[in-house]
């Protein structure tokens, strides 16, 4: 099956800077998304993000599906961007089946 | 807004013992799936299902079944429950080409 890698798995941002995590898949797909799951468990989608760019505040998404990427970025940081983001894509072809990275944990101090 | 709603947020249950985890959706999605999340191993796929009675397995399906007979539910079913099955186990639903919705999860504990 696809494999979905993401990096860093753990980062640690003083408030206010920026950052870029970034996923790398092994086959083309037909859909990518990007979540971000609270200290609390629950997991938000962010962004659908099959190819191009997309922004939604201070965060934003490319994905260059012909070089199998996708990259988020997170600007001006906020000690509420703190959780796991994970990167999920389905492969293009049959079933939807959607597959998940193993994330990104973000830390933002104060 | 799209609800996915899971039955249960902790549940506690004995080795051996049947187990089934319920999960709705309002939003006439046809594809619904379960996943478990454990610490360093992000979300793993267990089952999904495109359709009624359609069902597909993921990438560990082993000790489970899942159940679709009407569009809005799908059940996970331990069929006997053991204490590596003790997980985080998140429900989610999606048209297709669409974003995935989770539900809230529940937290499962096997003594």
């Known amino acids: 099956g696809i494999q979905v890698e993401q990096s860093p798995p753990d980062l640690i941002l003083q408030e206010g800077a920026n950052s870029t995590l970034r996923c790398n898949f092994s086959d083309s797909v037909n859909n990518l998304q990007w979540f971000h799951q609270n200290p609390w468990g629950q997991l938000i989608n962010l962004f659908y993000?099959?190819?191009g760019t997309k922004q939604n505040g201070r965060l934003s998404a490319t994905t260059v599906a012909t070089e199998r990427y996708s990259l988020l970025y997170i600007s001006s940081s906020q000690t509420t961007d703190s959780g796991v983001y994970f990167c999920?894509?389905?492969?293009?072809?049959?079933?939807?089946?959607?597959?998940f990275g193993i994330g990104t944990k973000l830390q933002v101090i104060p | 807004d799209v609800k996915v709603t899971q039955s249960s947020r902790y549940l506690v249950k004995r080795t051996g013992e049947k187990v089934f985890l319920e999960c709705v959706q309002d939003m006439d999605h046809e594809n619904m799936f379960w996943y478990r999340q454990d610490p360093g191993l992000g979300l793993r796929l267990i089952y999904f299902?495109?359709?009624?009675?359609?069902?597909e397995k993921g990438d560990i399906p082993e000790g489970y079944s899942v159940s679709r007979e009407k569009k809005e539910r799908f059940s996970l079913i331990l069929e006997s429950a053991s204490t590596n099955q003790t997980s985080m186990y998140l429900c989610a639903s999606n048209r297709n080409n669409s974003p995935l919705h989770f539900g809230n999860g529940t937290r499962l504990t096997v003594t």
């Open positions: 299902s495109y359709d009624v009675k359609m069902k």
């Open positions: 993000i099959p190819s």
């Open positions: 999920a894509v389905s492969a293009s072809g049959g079933y939807q089946k959607v597959t």
